[in-house]
């Protein structure tokens, strides 16, 4: 099964990406995941992709689809692939098209999840990862946490781009760069809508029920 995952930031899709993967036993590709990583490890394109996450900026196409590149060519996703943060503009989406072409590949189901815009602001202020295993979880009114991450204790962190004007800026670029991929998948007839709000678990069965 070959999954995209569409969403604003803040409508979950690594919570939901988490469950459907490990249901399905598919590969979990998140573009942010693993740039994060780059970041962490202070790689060159770690050190590129920095300057633009951290004011909430899509870092280059070219740069995103050289990840996305090298991880099909290793075979990375051959038995099946949930997309969670890529593609995000009409050229990574063209490309990717082209790409899962040339292995004779095809996504087969496209999922937005949409939640409205000021719930999205509340997760994003209130969200914290895992250092160790990147649970994401929520604290309650900007207490600072205490316990670590739920499920492996590890310490929690604030992503340097979930502070108030850089979720501004990048639920701008949302608006402006990636919405536009609900209709180029609403017209390829692969795009289903998922309601965002309620419970982790709400969606998740609300996702599986269209699968
Ligand atoms: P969110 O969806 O919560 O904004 P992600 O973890 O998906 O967060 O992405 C974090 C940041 O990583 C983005 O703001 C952007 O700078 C960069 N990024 C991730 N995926 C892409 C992509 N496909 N194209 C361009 N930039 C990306
Ligand atoms: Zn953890």
């Known amino acids: 099964m070959r999954l995209i995952l569409l969403g604003a930031p803040g409508a979950g899709k690594?919570?939901?990406a988490k469950n459907i993967v490990s249901k399905f036993k598919i590969a979990h590709i998140s573009t942010g995941d693993i740039l994060r990583d780059e970041v962490r490890n202070s790689s060159g394109l770690g050190i590129k992709a920095n300057q633009y996450m951290k004011e909430g900026k899509l870092v280059p196409d070219e740069l995103i689809i050289e990840i996305i590149r090298n991880m099909l060519v290793?075979?990375?996703?051959?038995?099946?692939?949930?997309?969670?943060?890529?593609?995000r503009t009409m050229v990574q989406a063209e490309k990717f098209d082209e790409m899962l072409a040339g292995l004779g590949q095809s996504i087969d189901r496209v999922i937005n999840i949409s939640v409205d815009s000021e719930r999205l602001i509340k997760?994003?202020?209130?969200?914290?990862?895992?250092?160790?295993?990147?649970?994401?979880?929520?604290?309650?009114?900007?207490e600072e946490d205490k316990e670590g991450c739920p499920s492996c204790g590890g310490s929690l962190y604030k992503r340097k781009d979930d502070r108030e004007e850089v979720i501004k800026h990048r639920l701008k670029?949302?608006?402006?760069?990636?919405?536009?991929l609900i209709d180029y998948y609403?017209?390829?007839?692969?795009?289903?809508?998922?309601?965002?709000?309620?419970?982790?678990?709400?969606?998740?069965?609300?996702?599986?029920?269209?699968l």
């Open 173 to 180: 670029v949302y608006e402006q760069q990636t919405k536009p």
């Open 74 to 87: 290793k075979g990375g996703g051959k038995s099946g692939f949930l997309m969670d943060g890529f593609p």
């Open 186 to 210: 609403k017209k390829s007839g692969l795009l289903f809508e998922v309601d965002g709000s309620g419970t982790e678990t709400a969606v998740t069965e609300r996702i599986l029920s269209i």
């Open 14 to 16: 690594g919570t939901q």
């Open 123 to 142: 997760r994003l202020t209130s969200r914290r990862v895992c250092s160790s295993c990147n649970n994401i979880c929520s604290i309650s009114n900007n």
